[in-house]
């Protein structure tokens, strides 16, 4: 973890700030680390302009990195192109490529209020009193997001990612590991027969789920976590929002725990002008478990590697179980 | 010979005491710590309680699936065996061995191991399904 709240890092941070909004002066009034990020870390970062307050995030590399997560700069250009397309995302601000300042790479972006937390935005019903109307801002957004095509000037370096793309990624993941797991290389099998003829390609988020949007006042205020973009199958985003290993304390809302199907997929088929089978939706159910299954096995290699140890790291290895048994279901039903 | 409590005794008595009193008084930044030791514990408790028995049944199942009789196993042993049964299985399964007539045996075996394994990791997973 890194300390920004050493005098001098903390000084270096001021005077890039002054300097990157071409003020006159800035004073850090607030500089607080936000829970959740185990790979990035964000700070709440409030800050006195020419005597203004601004409420911002500051949002820097963790000490281990992730494979396959963007760089702080790459984040920060993914986000200006999605601002602009009028995703809800935080407006990005100022990127700071220069180590010299705070010892790594480094973005701030705006501040937006709201509950993200997975556990309270599915308990709380004051919190969404409307789930059906939050299900469809989130249908409209995501279709604003899938607008992003390929080829993008600003967006060189993002992969494109299918779903035989994804596959073979998974399975050479899985090559690398001393030990073997039938029932993903059954979904994995199962996802290579069922795979679609040809694949529209778009932006995708790659993450789009309860627990990383923001809700205030009951709607959607904006979408966090932009670490795993690419270009793919829009699908695959939406097979994201419904999996239920993203529900967590409402099973039985099948869109992120909040909602029902016929509040979500209606609205992003109006907006986005594509068609979700039902047999689409359960294929990209089965992957997003997959691909689940394959990140939580990452994560507890970071952990028995020695590379980060943790108690939350080493428990994820006991979802693997529930991911499988939601793989086995999805693919007996078709 | 220990002497008891043993591992499994004493470790029940380490979980509730750490949940009657420890728990309750943890600072709030510290209860989702908190929360996964006691799970982290729960976890290990019912892995001692669940000994060799599912190993052994998917011992038996997995020698069924490839037409073999299998001498019964046990310890570090069985968990060889059934680690390179596992591997040979997954060969098959993505060369598309199981893809015909022998997909439901193979179904049936992966389900039951997932059901054994979740019975240790985290039984509310089985609940209500």
């Given at each position: 973890m890194t300390d920004l709240n050493e005098s001098l890092t903390r000084k270096r941070l001021a005077g890039f700030i002054t300097r990157a909004a071409g003020a006159r002066d800035a004073t850090i009034v607030a500089l607080e680390r936000m829970s959740g990020g185990a790979v990035q870390e964000n700070w709440a970062l409030d800050v006195e302009l020419d005597g203004e307050l601004r409420r911002w995030v500051l949002r820097t590399d963790a000490r281990a990195p992730v494979r396959e997560s963007l760089t702080r700069a790459q984040e920060f250009a993914v986000l200006k192109v999605a601002h602009a397309a009028n995703v809800l995302a935080p407006e990005p601000l100022y990127l700071c490529?220069?180590?010299?300042?705070?010892g790594q790479q480094f973005f701030i972006m705006q501040r937006r209020p709201g509950v993200a937390a997975g556990h309270r935005v599915t308990r709380d019903p004051e919190l969404v009193p409307d789930p059906a109307r939050l299900a469809r801002e989130l249908a409209a957004n995501l279709a604003r997001l899938h607008?992003?095509?390929?080829?993008?000037p600003e967006l060189g370096f993002l992969k494109t990612v299918l779903a035989r793309d994804n596959i073979a990624h998974y399975r050479s993941y899985l090559d690398t590991?001393?030990?073997?797991y039938p029932v993903l290389e059954w979904g994995l099998r199962w996802c290579e027969i069922k795979a679609p003829a040809s694949e529209e390609t778009t932006f995708i988020?790659?993450?789009?789920?309860?627990?990383n949007y923001l809700v205030n006042d009951g709607h959607l205020a904006g979408l966090l976590d932009w670490e795993f973009p690419a270009f793919g199958n829009p699908l695959e985003d939406v097979g994201w929002m419904c999996a239920?290993?993203?529900?967590?304390?409402?099973?039985?809302?099948?869109?992120?725990?909040?909602?029902?199907l016929e509040d979500f997929i209606p609205e992003y088929e109006r907006a986005s002008g594509r068609h979700v089978s039902r047999t689409d939706l359960v294929y990209w159910q089965v992957m997003a478990h997959l691909r689940w299954a394959v990140i939580a096995l990452q994560q507890v290699e970071r952990h028995l590697s020695g590379a980060d140890r943790s108690l939350e790291l080493a428990l994820t290895g006991h979802i693997i179980g529930q991911l499988e048994l939601e793989i086995l279901d999805l693919t007996e039903q078709t | 010979m220990n002497d008891r409590p043993d591992a499994r005794e004493l470790l029940q008595a380490a979980r509730d005491a750490f949940t009657a009193e420890i728990l309750p008084a943890l600072a709030h930044e510290l209860r989702y710590t908190g929360l996964m030791v006691a799970n982290a514990m729960a976890i290990v408790q019912r892995e001692i309680e669940a000994g060799d028995a599912a190993a052994r049944a998917e011992w038996e199942r997995l020698g069924k699936l490839f037409s073999k009789r299998p001498e019964p196993l046990a310890g570090d042993v069985l968990h060889g065996a059934l680690a390179s049964y596992n591997q040979r299985l997954a060969n098959d399964i993505r060369a598309g061995r199981?893809?015909?007539?022998?997909r439901a045996a193979m179904l049936e075996n992966l389900r039951r191991t997932t059901e054994e394994k979740l019975a240790v990791s985290n039984p509310k997973a089985l609940q209500g399904r």
């Open positions: 490529a220069d180590p010299a300042v705070t607008r992003i095509k390929p080829p993008h590991l001393s030990r073997a988020h790659r993450d789009y789920r309860t627990g239920r290993c993203w529900r967590f304390a409402r099973p039985d809302l099948a869109v992120g725990g909040v909602a029902k | 199981f893809d015909g007539r022998e």
